[in-house]
Each structure stands twice: as structure tokens, then as C-alpha cells.
């Protein structure tokens, strides 16, 4: 697809959004969403004909870029045969794609519970370790996101819960392991590893260890920072969960299907949770899906006792012949490989080398095609470049390096201080050097901001 020019469309486009969408997460009047005209691959156009390179990937979904052919042939093909069914049937592309992702999942995660989305997923991962354990509260960490329905909303750490926090959800936060902000004063991965394991342990003890459901994590926190917990941390965190009856449960919505190299993220550290979330990547975002991958132990849970949950689109046809479509397009076109390599080779080094020339750099982090860069005022004292949760003049230098992105043809993802490198898995080293250059651009903004 080429981009040309429709500006007449566009402002229609935009007039009906401006009088009639209520946007997410936004102060209606202060917004003036791009109007979007169409999407190919890693990139996106405007109606006045300019182009982006999309390092977001939607909102990190997108892992297979946008457009598709076999996907959305898949999508037409089976509106074509059968467009939606009831979640209580048996239907083929429903049976197909829980067969393929069970084949991914770790461990004995083999039973599938389809939902529209990851907030719902958590909800019903959360609801069924309630119900199997019998206890009310579950843990969760400060630094993480886990959706913004009622349940999800309340386990999340960051700034969005604090509107919509009941103080009597059952929720009880902690601090997990980032070593370049340590809550621990750790000197090291090993002692910050340690360290959060104590803490984790004490926050139990004091909570009391019968009451406690469920812990759960991001495997790799996404949009609190692409921290990617030490070696060991995990494993520590299933044996504790062992030792005191408490169901895991690894939050994947957005580290799942390939996005750090592998098809899950707890492929890297050799862990086995007893529930996982996933969507966004599991159809590449095409129709809305997401699910909770079930073990042979929680499942046996409800094998004579009802599971008091369901949706009515759990499971919907052209979500799941979506998926289906996806990841056999992942196998075939070695997408999961690519993220791998190409993190390994090109965006690492690459975003090492940004960190040597930009003051604003303050640290580097992620793996595949997830990846943050750590903006500072200081990198001595390591200040973040705006204050936590900042906006209006306090956000300025962020909103201008986010300018000097988009001018330069790159759309970012900017979250607090951090600007995260998440293109599609199977975008190009080509399209990625590209991508890159612009970043290293729009740093020169930022590093006006620093002392």
C-alpha cells in the first residue's frame, strides 16, 4: 500500500471522532488523536500522506505487523463459514487454536479459557485461584500493569489503579527486583534477587501466608519498565509459592507469542506457573482475544464443580481463526527466531551504542523486541528525566523527545520516562536501522534536558 494524500477524508475522519469517541485513559478536550488512513507491515499513514515506522506495535500487540495477508485471509474465510458461535459448542477453529497454543504454553498449562481481552483473562486467572484456594487475597508488585477492569485494575501497581482503587479488593502490593532503582539498596543482581525474595517473604509472613491466594507478575514487566527480573527471582518466587500453597500466576498479555524471543517469557527463566494470562500477540491484536492457560492442577479443580465464569463471546470464531492463522504464520515465517536475533544482534548493541552518545540514557534494558531506554536528568544520581507520573510542563522534555520522534517518521512509545523499543517480531534489519536512526536523533531533544 502507498500512502497519498486524502486530507478532506481526514477531517472527517477526525470531526466524528472529536464529537462521538469517548478515548481511553484521556482528558477528552486535551487529546487530538491522529487520524489513521492505513497500516502495512511495521508501518501506518496519515491522510495527509505521512508515513511512521511503528515502534509500538499498536500497544505492543502487533507481532506480526499490521495487514497480514494470511491472517486476514483466515478472518474472511471463516466469516465466510461460520462468523460467530455460542462458547458452550464444540467448534473447529475454537478446538484448533487452543490445541496450538496449549503446544506453546509451558509445562502442563494445556486447558485454555478464552476471554475478550488480557484485563479479563486476569480477572478469571484470579477468580479461579480464589476458588481453588479458598483464601481472598492476592500480591502483586508496584511496577506492573495488569488491565483496567475491576480485579485487574486493583492488582495493578502503577498510577492508573489510584482512581478506580477500592482499598477492599483483597489486594496487597509489593516491591519485585529492578536493580537500576533498587527499593532493596542492592549492590548487585544476585543481592537485589535476594533481597526481593526476603521481602516478598516477610510481606507474606506478615500478611499471613493461609490467607494469601495467589501471587501475581508480569514474567517481564511491559509498560512499568521492561525490567527484566535477575536470575533466580522467579524460580525463588514458585519455590515460596510451593512452600505456602499459593497458586502463580505469570501475567503474559504482553510478553507472550515471541515478543522477547521466545514463544513465552518464562521459557527464559525455566519456570512453570500454575495459571497464565495472554492476548495481544496470540492474533496479532486482528480480532480481540485473550485467555488464561490452565494446569492440570487448578483444572482438576473444576472437573466436578462448576467454574462460575464464562462470557458470551469466549473463544469467538474469527478471533480464534485468527490465532490459528498467526501462529502457524509465526512458524512458517520464524518470527519467534527473528525477535530473538535480531534483539540480539541489532536492537542490543544498537541501543548500547545509543546509551554511549546520549547523556539522556540512563540505562538499557529488555530482550527480543522488548526493549526500554531509561531516560535521566543525571546518570550519576540516576533522576529520571521527568517526575514519576508527570504531565503538563512537568512532562515537557518527554512530550518534545516524543515530537522529535514523529517528526523524524517514528512513532514511539513514550511511558513516564522511558521510551520502549517494541516494533513487530518479524519487522526487518533494514526497517529496524531505520527505526533506530530516528531514535538517535530525537535523543539530541532529550539530552537538552540534562545536566
Not at 477524508?9 to 487520524?35: C, E, M, N
Not at 500487540?61 to 499490521?66: A, S
Not at 492476548?279 to 485467555?291: D, F, H, R
Not at 527473528?338 to 542490543?348: C, H, R, S
Amino acid at each position: 500500500m502507498t500512502p497519498h494524500a486524502d486530507p478532506q477524508t481526514g477531517a472527517a475522519v477526525k470531526a466524528a471522532d472529536r464529537a462521538h469517541v469517548f478515548h481511553s485513559w484521556s482528558a477528552q478536550g486535551l487529546i487530538d488523536p491522529l487520524a489513521v488512513a492505513g497500516a502495512e507491515g511495521a508501518y501506518f499513514w496519515d491522510y495527509d500522506g505521512n508515513r511512521y515506522l511503528d515502534f509500538t506495535s499498536g500497544l505492543v500487540y502487533t507481532n506480526i505487523g499490521y495487514q497480514h495477508p494470511k491472517v486476514v485471509a483466515a478472518i474472511q474465510e471463516q466469516a465466510g463459514r461460520l462468523a460467530t458461535f455460542a462458547p458452550a459448542f464444540a467448534v473447529q477453529a475454537r478446538s484448533e487454536a487452543a490445541r496450538l497454543i496449549a503446544e506453546r504454553t509451558p509445562g502442563d498449562l494445556d486447558r485454555i479459557f478464552f476471554t475478550n481481552g488480557g484485563a479479563e483473562a486476569v480477572e478469571h486467572a484470579i477468580r479461579m485461584a480464589r476458588l481453588h484456594t479458598g483464601r481472598p487475597k492476592v500480591m502483586s508488585a508496584y511496577r506492573s500493569y495488569h488491565g483496567g477492569t475491576a480485579t485487574a485494575i486493583n492488582i495493578t501497581g502503577d498510577p492508573r489503579r489510584w482512581a478506580s482503587d477500592s482499598g477492599t479488593a483483597g489486594v496487597v502490593h509489593f516491591w519485585g527486583p529492578f536493580p537500576y532503582r533498587s527499593a532493596f539498596y542492592a549492590a548487585d543482581e544476585d543481592q537485589e534477587c535476594a533481597r526481593a525474595l526476603a521481602h516478598l517473604e516477610e510481606t507474606i509472613a506478615f500478611e499471613g501466608p493461609g490467607t494469601v491466594a495467589a501471587i501475581i507478575l508480569e514474567t517481564i514487566p511491559g509498560t512499568a519498565g521492561i525490567m527484566v527480573p535477575p536470575p533466580g527471582y522467579l524460580a525463588g518466587v514458585r519455590e515460596i509459592c510451593d512452600r505456602h500453597g499459593i497458586v502463580l500466576v505469570l501475567d503474559e498479555v504482553m510478553a507472550g507469542f515471541g515478543r522477547t524471543g521466545r514463544w513465552f517469557a518464562a521459557e527464559h527463566f525455566g519456570v512453570v506457573p500454575d495459571l497464565m494470562t495472554f492476548a495481544k500477540g496470540v492474533n496479532s491484536g486482528y480480532v480481540p482475544l485473550g485467555g488464561v492457560a490452565v494446569s492440570d492442577r487448578i483444572a482438576a479443580t473444576f472437573e466436578h464443580r462448576p467454574y462460575p465464569g464464562g462470557l458470551t463471546y469466549s473463544g469467538h470464531p474469527l478471533a480464534c481463526a485468527a490465532a490459528v492463522a498467526t501462529i502457524e504464520a509465526m512458524e512458517e515465517e520464524k518470527v519467534v527466531e527473528n525477535a530473538a536475533a535480531l534483539g540480539e544482534t541489532v536492537v542490543g548493541p544498537a541501543l548500547l551504542a545509543l546509551a554511549e552518545r546520549h547523556p539522556s540514557v540512563g540505562e538499557v534494558r529488555g530482550t527480543g523486541m522488548f526493549w526500554a531506554l531509561d531516560l535521566v536528568r543525571d546518570r550519576a544520581t540516576r533522576e529520571p528525566l521527568v517526575p514519576y507520573n508527570a504531565s503538563g510542563e512537568a512532562n515537557a522534555p518527554m512530550a518534545a523527545f516524543a515530537a522529535a520522534c514523529k517528526r523524524g517518521g517514528l512513532w514511539p512509545f513514550v511511558n513516564m520516562n522511558r521510551t520502549h523499543v517494541v516494533p513487530p517480531c518479524n519487522i526487518t534489519e533494514a526497517e529496524l536501522k531505520e527505526g533506530i536512526a530516528a531514535l538517535d536523533a530525537a535523543l539530541s531533544v532529550a539530552d537538552e534536558h540534562t545536566v
